[in-house]
């Protein structure tokens, strides 16, 4: 007789009502489980997602499909797991330890790293605005203009990656979060071509 079987039998006392009570209730958690992975994302997500047709579409929309990222602990679908992924792909990685999004910009000044009012391609856009802050990435900035566009996870609803873009002006509102002290300068990676299942990255 097969092990698990034996087992089971010595559990529930050979009762084949039981035995089949048994697996009909373990099918119906298997079953529900991708329905309860939805709901845990939120209202949000599930709002979003019941408005396009399929998942190209969500991907398309901004809705990140792309795989785990390698290394990256910050919380899944949240800005701060943008926002290390994208300095990651940039070639400048950031470290792991740094919290919410509001306590960015002090652990990255006390990990020795350049923290001041000056938006840079590369650099980590961070606001303690909200409960827990929010943190981005500064993908561009316009030489003749000043507007700088970020690139960031969750502002639309979890797991969705979006773009802005702000004045020049408003920059002395945020803070940006560039590479150690002392460090060599560094040009940012493309990294657009390294995320075919990301969707787009320039929705406003």
């Known amino acids: 007789m097969n092990p698990a079987i034996f087992t089971l039998n010595i559990v ?7 035995q089949i009570a048994l697996v009909l209730a373990t099918m119906a958690i298997i079953v529900s489980l991708p329905f ?12 979003f997602l ?14 990140y499909m792309g795989g785990p990222v390698e290394g990256d602990t910050y919380a899944w679908g949240n800005c701060t797991y943008w926002a290390f992924a994208m ?6 990685p950031i470290p792991t330890s740094w919290g919410n999004a509001n306590t960015w910009d002090d652990r990255a000044e006390r990990d020795g790293y350049v923290v001041d009012h000056l938006p840079a391609a590369g650099a980590v856009y961070q606001t303690d605005a909200g409960d827990l802050g929010h943190v981005a990435y ?4 316009d030489s003749q203009s000043g507007d700088w566009t970020i690139s960031e996870m969750n502002a639309k609803g979890l ?7 702000f004045s020049k002006d408003a920059a002395i509102f945020a803070k940006f979060i560039h ?10 990676l493309p990294i657009l071509n390294q995320l075919p299942a990301t969707g787009s990255l320039s929705l406003q």
């Open 138 to 141: 500064v993908t561009k900035v």
């Open 12 to 18: 529930i006392g050979g009762n084949m009502k039981k």
């Open 179 to 188: 590479a150690k002290k002392g460090a060599d300068p560094w040009t940012p």
């Open 36 to 47: 309860i992975a939805v709901v845990s994302m939120g209202s949000s997500v599930l709002s």
């Open 159 to 165: 797991n969705i990656v979006s773009s802005r873009t």
């Open 50 to 63: 019941s408005s396009v047709p399929n998942a190209q579409a969500a991907e398309t929309q901004g809705f």
């Open 87 to 92: 300095r990651l792909w940039a070639g400048s």
